[in-house]
C-alpha cells in the first residue's frame, strides 16, 4: 500500500512539472546526498487550485453528512429512503476517494485536519458496498405503531 501511495505521488508530482513546464527531476541525481532534504514539517500553503478542490469535496461530505443525518430522522425504511440513503453514501464515498486518490489533497487535508484525513482515507479504503451497506445497518430501525386496544373478546 506504501508502495502504491508513494508511485501515485511520484506520477503527480511529475504531471504537475510538465504542466508547469518545469522538467521532472532525474531520479538518479533526486536521491543523492548533494541535494539538500526538504525541511522538516514546514507548513507550505496549498496551491489555489489544490485548496480548492479539497474545499469542493469536503463540502460535498458535508452536505450529504447532514442530509444522511435528516434522513436517519425520519426513516421508515422505505424503498425510496434507500435509493435516497445510497445516492448520499455514493456521493460521500466518492469525494473521499477524489482526496486519497490525489496526493496533494490528501497532503493538504492531513495538514490542516488530520482527524478528517483518517475518516477519508478509512472511507476510502471500503468498497462502495460494503459502505452503503453498513449506512443501511446504522440507519434506526423503523418502530412498528401500537396496536389500538381492544373492548373485550376479538372485538375491536
Known sequence: L???RAVRAAKAAQKRLQSEGQAPPNPETAGSPSSPPPPPATRVPPPDDVAA???RYRDAMAKSNRA?????????????EQEE??????????AARAIVDDPALLAVLH???PDDASLVEGLAGKSLEKVVAQALRRMPQPTPEPEPPSFGMGMR
Open 68 to 80: 444522511l443525518r435528516e434522513l436517519a430522522a425520519t426513516w421508515q425504511g422505505s424503498a425510496a
Open 2 to 4: 506504501d508502495r502504491s
Open 85 to 94: 440513503l445510497a445516492r448520499l453514501v455514493t456521493r460521500a464515498w466518492q
Open 111 to 113: 495538514q490542516q485536519h
Open 53 to 55: 478542490a479539497l474545499s
